[in-house]
């Protein structure tokens, strides 16, 4: 990070979501720790989808005065909420963009500097960025975004962002208003909360996630000598998980057991509730070459290392194919590294082009100039189908929806020197072929496994496959499971009685693949 | 006034479009609105939630928690009594009665509950449902996909709240050009299936 060093001119803000409870992100880490604690920028903390609107705008305005990155932390619950947004008037006669050299301080190298006695540059960037911390107190000291509610007792709340929020929603159920500070920044308003904390006994502090305003409360109540006992999600709270409004009262309930709470009872519920894991669309692409390699990796032992995106789900029940799923783009490292540690087996990696096109195509790179023995399986369905259809480099259309020319494929592949098969994965006996060429060739191979995402072409009004009506034939069917564990499709469910399977009509969407994966015929 | 509603399904029955048209009819209302979606990861197959959350007041989560929803719309059994402790025994739950049955289901390593069961444990919960086949309905229609507003058609018959004539207006402005007919007809037929004495 050399950003926070060399500030800015004109304005920058860093937006980082941050997924409390791994709602649907690989991970429940806190940006704050890495913006502010490590970058010392400062950061904005939302408590609704309104307040990240208003602090976006001032955190340009701010960034803008103070020459320094400002940093909008939203969690799952500001980013996917949907809500009534405010809009105001777009500023006119906005200055136009010039560049103005300062090599002082865009240049950043350990070059000494005459200036400053020869100190290196990297040590004056850091000087001046300290100094700016005096600047950034005063403003968060005024910012409109932290703010005193009055209320009776010894015992005061504390809500950083979205913590805030559910203090508010949980005040309905109790029978007083406790002292609440509400916090939406970093540096902290510590003028502010030594005043908030007067007369108090006790803060109880809800952030999300880590302990980490709550860690700079005992640093400023140990430097200003304040004796208030400061409680949070360093194990009051619980330390890992989402924030809700259960939470927040299970944590009054211990942190001020004198307030009564009346929240609304409800019955027990008494059934099973099977639980959901997520799949592939019935009648997706990725589920014919997903099983093309199954078949393939069973065979020669082979190992697979996955990646994000739709067809990551190849590696729960039933197919359990993928071994590794980390970041984007991981999939290719992490299979050449196998190759390279001695793994000596068949090593492939699945990767979707969206994936591919963001980070993906540095691991190919590598493979193809290191001569890596990694059999690289691009699912290539032109979208950005996970996260809702945005177009990438393959997709032949700019963010703005205007025409260009979509990343060729096999041309790549050519200037990188590593075979490549195109094959359509609906042809599962193709997909087959090619797996197997590609394990007995050495040296890195790609196939690029072809065909639009299903769901996105239904949508459009554009066919991939013929739909025809798909029957179990129960006389041939020997209840083997061979197309529910190596296929997945959630149409095709086993009786276990008869040990037969059957094809649900309202699901099944007619993509056939399900014929070509049953040996025995019983499925046409 | 209030009106908190839970969406419940999997992924591809088109809750999103259905908590949209009636985030919109409120706002259109001047109601407060505030909801969010949890989607899991994926467009299709896993659990969706939609939270929408109406009133006069300020709203300030904009999940809906326990007991406090008045409306409680299942797109799927399962789904709907996955979260069913989020609806007021005193509300109302409408059912669409179909099953997707899950992984596991499918393995025949996890038991989907009989419908008889769910249904009981429904009704147990609270007095007030509809249970409706509006994916049987849809597909007869001619698409599946058309049981989100089936199901919304039906909701206007059901909760007072919605204007018939406002909704169905919603759910053609926000329908793609080549699904906007199809799409009224199946709201039209989905606020037939409901017979209210």
Redo the contacts between chains.
């Keep these: 990070m050399h950003v926070n060093f060399t500030g800015i001119r004109g304005g920058l803000v860093l937006i980082s979501a941050d997924d409390p409870g791994g709602l649907s992100s690989q991970n429940e880490e806190d940006t704050r720790i890495l913006v502010h604690q490590y970058a010392h920028l400062p950061i904005f903390d939302p408590c609704s989808p309104q307040e990240a609107k208003a602090m976006v705008k001032e955190a340009f305005d701010l960034s803008e005065r103070t020459e320094l990155v400002f940093c909008l932390r939203p969690v799952t619950r500001v980013c996917h909420a949907r809500g009534i947004i405010e809009f105001e008037d777009l500023p006119k006669d906005l200055p136009v963009a010039h560049y103005e050299p300062d090599r002082e301080r865009f240049i950043m190298s350990a070059v000494e500097m005459p200036k400053f006695g020869g100190l290196k540059r990297p040590q004056i960037r850091h000087r001046w960025l300290n100094e700016k911390q005096l600047l950034l107190q005063g403003i968060m000291e005024e910012s409109a975004y932290n703010w005193i509610e009055k209320g009776e007792g010894k015992i005061g709340l504390v809500g950083c962002g979205m913590g805030y929020t559910l203090i508010k929603e949980a005040e309905q159920y109790l029978d007083q208003r406790l002292p609440l500070l509400k916090l939406g920044t970093l540096p902290l308003p510590r003028k502010k909360i030594k005043g908030f904390v007067q007369g108090l006994e006790r803060v109880v502090i809800f952030e999300e996630t880590e302990p980490f305003v709550e860690g700079l409360f005992k640093r400023i109540f140990q430097e200003e000598k304040i004796e208030v006992e400061v409680l949070g999600r360093s194990g009051f709270v619980p330390a890992e998980g989402e924030l809700n409004l259960q939470v927040i009262l299970d944590t009054l309930s211990k942190a001020a057991p004198r307030v009564k709470l009346t929240q609304p009872q409800v019955p027990t519920l008494d059934l099973h509730i099977p639980i959901r894991t997520r799949t592939q669309c019935v009648g997706c692409n990725y589920r014919g070459i997903l099983n093309a390699l199954k078949q393939t990796v069973r065979k020669h032992k082979g190992i697979v290392a996955g990646d994000i995106g739709c067809h990551d789900a190849g590696s729960f029940r039933p197919m359990e194919l993928q071994s590794t799923i980390y970041c984007m783009g991981s999939s290719v490292p992490m299979g050449s590294g196998m190759v390279l540690a001695g793994v000596n087996r068949p090593v492939f990696a699945f990767i979707g082009d969206s994936t591919f096109y963001h980070n993906g195509i540095l691991g190919l790179m590598n493979a193809a100039n290191n001569k890596i023995n990694v059999n690289v399986i691009l699912g290539e369905n032109t979208v950005t189908a996970m996260t809702g259809f945005q177009p990438h480099p393959g997709t032949g259309v700019t963010l703005a929806g205007e025409k260009t020319t979509p990343v060729n494929v096999p041309k790549l592949a050519e200037s990188l020197g590593i075979s490549y098969r195109v094959v359509n994965p609906y042809d599962i006996k193709q997909c087959r072929e090619a797996l197997e060429a590609a394990v007995k060739e050495e040296g890195p191979s790609l196939i690029v496994s072809s065909m639009p995402c299903y769901l996105l072409s239904t949508r459009r009004g554009q066919k991939v496959f013929e739909p025809r009506e798909i029957r179990v034939d129960p006389e041939r069917c020997n209840g083997c499971m061979i197309c529910i564990n190596d296929f997945g499709c959630p149409a095709i469910s086993i009786n276990k009685d008869q040990k037969k399977v059957s094809i649900d009509s309202m699901i099944c969407v007619g993509c056939a693949l399900c014929a070509d994966v049953c040996k025995r015929g019983a499925i046409s | 006034m209030k009106m908190d509603v839970v969406i419940t399904g999997?992924?591809?029955q088109g809750n999103i479009f259905a908590?949209?048209v009636i985030?919109q009819y409120a706002?259109n209302k001047k109601f407060?609105?505030?909801?969010?979606?949890?989607?899991?990861?994926?467009?299709?197959?896993?659990?969706v939630v939609s939270h929408?959350r109406i009133s006069d007041g300020t709203?300030?989560?904009?999940?809906i928690?326990?007991?406090?929803a008045d409306l409680l719309v299942g797109m799927e059994y399962?789904?709907m009594?996955?979260h069913?402790?989020l609806?007021?025994?005193k509300g109302t739950y409408l059912l669409n009665a179909?099953k997707?049955?899950?992984?596991?289901?499918?393995?025949?390593l996890?038991?989907?509950?009989g419908s008889e069961?769910?249904l009981q444990?429904a009704r147990?919960?609270c007095l007030h449902g509809h249970v409706i086949e509006a994916?049987?309905l849809a597909?007869k229609l001619g698409n599946?996909q058309m049981t989100n507003v089936v199901m919304l058609g039906a909701l206007v018959k059901v909760v007072p709240f919605f204007d018939y004539r406002e909704v169905k207006w919603l759910v053609n402005a926000n329908s793609?050009e080549?699904f906007k007919e199809a799409n009224v007809k199946g709201f039209e037929e989905g606020y037939k299936l409901i017979k209210i004495n």
Excluded: F, W
């Excluded at chain 2, 997707?100 to 025949?108: C, E, S, W």
């Excluded at chain 2, 996890?110 to 509950?113: G, I, L, S, V």
């Design positions: 999997v992924g591809g908590s949209l985030s706002m407060n609105v505030l909801g969010a979606e949890t989607i899991g990861a994926a467009q299709r197959g896993g659990s929408i709203i300030y989560s904009p999940l928690s326990r007991g406090q399962v789904e009594m996955r069913i402790r609806l007021n025994p179909m997707i049955p899950t992984v596991l289901n499918n393995m025949g996890d038991e989907y509950p069961e769910i444990a147990k919960y994916s049987a597909k599946i793609p080549r």
